[in-house]
């Protein structure tokens, strides 16, 4: 408990320093995330919720908190919260039919033994989970790309009022292209940190490739990590086309 109290209060400290003001709205922020996730949960055990419907509205209230409490109300962050939301309901969608497709809803072989004791007959739709998880795990990576984007092009729009919409919207998406890379890389290698373990347990049980591939656990992280290079890959062109658009109707509206 001390350690963590310690890290805690380094993160603390750098992030008010160096962030000042919106750095310790930035620390509270990840509470108030991680309280909206275990609150979520803990629906997700009772039946009469439908675990959909309880994702779309933690990704509603995370994408709140990431970015009109941390940025405040302003059109940069209007867009990237739209552009968000817009974003995960379309790939919604897709991780409803891939998660039951690829029968990778449940637990794999290797947590059986863990598990055996208990019951899991929980009354919940394994497959809903599944695609909860997979969205929670993308909500992030799509806010931030979002707002990467969305503040550059209002920062030109800023300094070049009389851009036009096509000239925004292709700045938006060579600012995508930019960080493109590097956000889908940040994915992947978050889940080989998370997961190094697993992968020396797969190598002592002499698993070979094909059966490393085809292990539940192992797919379901590769998806998970796929899905969310698709997100974010997918609010590129969508923030940048309603940014674009948000800036140049607003000033076509001041000029009128």
């Known amino acids: 408990m001390s350690v963590l109290v310690c890290l805690g209060a380094i993160l603390l400290i750098l992030m008010v320093v160096i962030g000042g003001k919106k750095g310790a709205r930035s620390f509270l922020a990840i509470f108030f995330n991680f309280g909206v996730l275990l609150f979520i949960i803990l629906l997700m055990t009772n039946p009469a919720f439908h675990p959909i419907t309880l994702t779309l509205i933690a990704c509603v209230i995370i994408s709140c908190i990431n970015l009109f409490y941390i940025n405040e109300v302003n059109t940069k962050t209007k867009t990237a919260f739209l552009s968000s939301i817009i974003t995960t309901v379309i790939l919604l969608f897709f991780i409803l039919l891939l998660t039951e497709k690829a029968k990778i809803h449940g637990f794999g072989e290797e947590e059986t033994e863990e598990l055996g004791i208990f019951s899991l ?136």
């Open 121 to 256: 007959y929980i009354g919940v739709d394994f497959v809903k989970i599944g695609a909860s998880v997979i969205i929670m795990s993308a909500i992030g990576a799509i806010t931030d790309t979002a707002m990467a984007i969305s503040s550059p092009m209002r920062e030109l729009f800023y300094h070049h009022p009389l851009i036009n919409r096509k000239e925004l919207f292709a700045f938006g998406i060579r600012i995508g292209k930019d960080i493109l890379g590097t956000s889908a890389n940040t994915l992947f290698f978050a889940f080989f940190g998370g997961y190094i373990a697993l992968l020396i347990w797969f190598k002592d049980l002499s698993y070979s490739l094909d059966e490393i591939v085809n292990s539940k656990i192992f797919s379901s992280e590769m998806i998970t990590i796929f899905c969310s290079g698709i997100g974010v890959t997918l609010v590129i062109p969508i923030t940048s086309w309603i940014t674009a658009y948000s800036l140049v109707r607003g000033r076509e509206k001041k000029e009128a």
